[in-house]
């Protein structure tokens, strides 16, 4: 079945340096869901891509679509405390009534 | 407040009972998902329901169940409970079932089994 890997598990960073997540999907994908997961929260939506090779921004967020439709980054420029929580992605395969796999996690964490 | 409305919030319960976990999605969403998050572990999909029939399944155990009534709400129903499935469930719902959708998740209910 489809798998969805995410790099880096964990990432410890200092306020103001930046943080790439990394998802790569053992299938092609018809699109890519990115979620984020505050400490003791629900995951909550930030964004979805669909085209190959689709780059959008969220004010300090770039998300990238690849062009294989099988891999996508999350990039946070200059991070600050409360980009803290643990950032989803998420990969609907591309068959009918394909299903929503999520991404294993990466957990951030910002200090001062 | 996503509007996605799970109950109970909490529930501690002994190894071996049945426990019914609900969900009411917001409003307009046709679409229903369950997940189970373990600690420190990532989201694993259990099974979606769209309009009252299931739609796709998951990694979702024999033990477990689950249903999509008329007024769209949801129960996820667990039994013969073992200590391994102390876990986060959450519900989700979507627009309908397809390809698109934003997924919208409750705030969960924690599961101890003891």
């Known amino acids: 079945g489809q798998q969805v890997m995410q790099i880096p598990q964990y990432q410890h960073v200092q306020e103001g340096e930046d943080f790439t997540t990394y998802c790569n999907s053992s299938?092609?994908?018809?699109?890519i869901q990115w979620y984020k997961q505050r400490p003791g929260g629900h995951p909550v939506f930030l964004i979805q891509l669909v085209k190959s090779g689709e780059v959008k921004k969220q004010k300090r967020l770039t998300f990238q679509f690849g062009e294989a439709k099988k891999n996508s980054s999350l990039h946070i420029t200059a991070t600050q405390t409360t980009d803290v929580g643990t950032y989803f992605c998420?990969?609907?395969?591309?068959?009918?009534?394909?299903?929503?796999?999520f991404g294993t996690g990466t957990r951030l964490q910002v200090t001062l | 407040d996503s509007g996605v409305t799970q109950t109970p919030k909490h529930l501690i319960t002994a190894t071996g009972q049945r426990v019914t976990l609900r969900c009411s999605p917001r409003s307009g969403d046709l679409s229903v998902y369950w997940y189970q998050q373990s600690l420190d572990q990532g989201l694993q999909f259990l099974i979606q329901y769209y309009n009252g029939e299931e739609r796709a399944k998951g990694n979702i155990l024999e033990r477990f169940s689950a249903q999509q009534f008329p007024d769209l709400h949801s129960e996820l129903n667990l039994s013969s409970l073992e200590l391994g499935d102390s876990a986060l469930y959450f519900c989700?719902?979507?627009?309908?079932?397809?390809?698109?959708?934003?997924?919208?998740f409750g705030e969960g209910s924690w599961l101890t089994v003891v």
């Open positions: 299938t092609t994908l018809s699109n």
């Open positions: 998420a990969g609907r395969g591309t068959g009918t009534a394909s299903k929503l796999t």
């Open positions: 989700a719902s979507s627009l309908d079932g397809d390809s698109g959708n934003t997924i919208y």
